[in-house]
């Protein structure tokens, strides 16, 4: 892994009578961009709250850019975007107007703002209401002007907490493509429901769930995992009872299960390494002279990673 960009040991948040946050600790590399899920209630918001400084933990530490964000909060904030679940702006200003001021804020030269607030109305597509009052805005391009205020400095590191929340379709799509165009040149920390959205743009995915990180790696990796090992779906004209008996011969099977559909019967074979047997699959049915119309690896999808390591977890009351 390159050089660290987030480093969170044992951080702790309590509240009376509730602990929201629990012994969590992770790394996010420079230039990653990591997705970070939970269920309601998980504690995915106060995380991101203590990492932008928002939020005191009660115990443990957490480092940006090596900077302690309890201890060093200003430094920290200088090299941070970040997009809360509920976007604070100023109603009354125009997009331009409210821009500027955010960038001044910030710390931009007068020169460095005009150009930053340019870029960033394009990158976010403000481009066109740059002259339109924030609070006459749809929810869609309020969520796009937070979005342009948290990089219009330019950070490091990008937490975004919910970013297409309020999007349509087409707006979701031109988010994630800057989210994934940030990379390497910024870190993004990205939390959302939208777990499709996740599987399409996190090289790396933290699952927490209680409190708890319960899973942090690839998609990949966390399939193959949680799967065991691999299983490959094959459609073959003919019975059970005549082809079950010959896939069991093949290396690694374990289990294979059957749904006959007319004279085709769909199997479901389930291996107990991590090999691809559909090379060995196919010269079985070449072999044996049967006619195959579908053969192909099955896997799991972010949705069912997601349930079975959060499965049981309720919405808080």
């Not at 600790?25 to 961009?33: I, L, M, P, Y």
């Not at 927490?208 to 399939?223: F, Y």
């Not at 290396?251 to 006959?260: C, L, M, S």
């Amino acid at each position: 892994m390159s050089e660290p960009m987030i480093e969170v040991r044992h951080l702790t948040k309590r509240y009376a009578g509730c602990t929201a946050v629990a012994d969590v600790s992770f790394t996010v590399a420079k230039g990653e961009v990591v997705g970070f899920l939970g269920p309601n209630g998980a504690g995915k918001t106060t995380t991101l709250r203590m990492l932008a400084c928002y939020l005191p933990a009660s115990q443990g530490e957490a480092r940006v850019v090596g900077f302690d964000v309890f201890r060093h909060s200003l430094e920290v904030r200088r090299r941070i975007g970040y997009l809360p679940e509920s976007t604070p702006l100023y109603p009354e200003m125009r997009v331009d107007e409210y821009l500027q001021f955010r960038a001044r804020l910030k710390g931009l030269p007068a020169r460095r703002r005009r150009e930053r607030v340019g870029e960033v109305k394009e990158l976010c597509g403000l481009t066109d209401v740059g002259h339109r009052i924030v609070g006459q805005l749809s929810k869609g391009y309020r969520q796009r002007v937070g979005l342009a205020d948290a990089l219009v400095h330019d950070p490091e590191l990008v937490i975004l907490d919910e970013p297409t929340i309020g999007l349509d379709p087409n707006q979701i799509r031109h988010v994630r493509d800057l989210i994934k165009s940030l990379a390497p040149r910024h870190t993004v920390l990205l939390s959302t429901h939208i777990l499709a959205e996740v599987e399409l743009t996190c090289q790396r995915v933290l699952i927490i769930n209680r409190g708890q990180i319960v899973a942090a790696d690839t998609p990949d990796k966390l399939r193959t995992r949680l799967q065991g090992g691999r299983e490959v779906v094959a459609e073959i004209r003919g019975s059970k009872s005549e082809i079950a008996p010959q896939l069991y011969q093949l290396p690694g099977v374990a289990r294979v299960t059957a749904d006959a559909a007319g004279e085709w019967t769909q199997f479901r074979v389930e291996c107990s390494g991590h090999e691809d047997i559909r090379q060995l699959l196919f010269e079985a049915a070449a072999r044996n002279g049967w006619s195959l119309r579908e053969l192909r690896q099955e896997k799991q999808s972010l949705e069912d990673i997601f349930a079975a390591l959060t499965r049981g977890e309720q919405e808080p009351t």
